[in-house]
């Protein structure tokens, strides 16, 4: 059994900052990529930011200078400093856990909301 626990959301205001973290933890060998999803009310969920065991990084278009996803290996843990938040990135927000053997977890999700 592998766990995926997302800690950071809040309220904040627009222009404001978060940091999101995540841990893996359990029957894990070997980890590929970790990443952060989000869905927003009414719309389906969408790729934010992953990165790979490497570091290499991919971000959505709409984070890009924002956003920074970063890892720390040793820990099993990803983090997404979120920064100038606005209205439009409210949302909750998923932990996905790639292992190498092609499995992959899901986080319960931690909500976030940007005020106007």
């Known amino acids: 059994q592998v766990q995926v626990v997302e800690s950071g959301g809040g309220l904040v205001q627009a222009g404001g900052s978060l940091r999101l973290s995540c841990a893996a933890s359990g029957s894990i060998f070997s980890i590929n990529a970790m990443g952060w999803y989000r869905q927003a009310p009414g719309k389906q969920r969408e790729l934010v930011a992953v990165?790979?065991?490497?570091?290499?990084?991919n971000y959505a278009d709409s984070v890009k200078g924002r956003f920074t996803i970063s890892r720390d290996n040793a820990k099993n843990t990803v983090y997404l400093q979120m920064n100038s938040l606005k209205p439009e990135d409210t949302a909750v927000y998923y932990c996905?856990?790639?292992?190498?053997?092609?499995?992959?977890?899901w986080g319960q999700g931690t909500q976030v909301t940007v005020s106007s």
């Open positions: 990165i790979t065991t490497a570091g290499s990084t």
């Open positions: 996905r856990v790639v292992l190498v053997s092609i499995r992959i977890y």
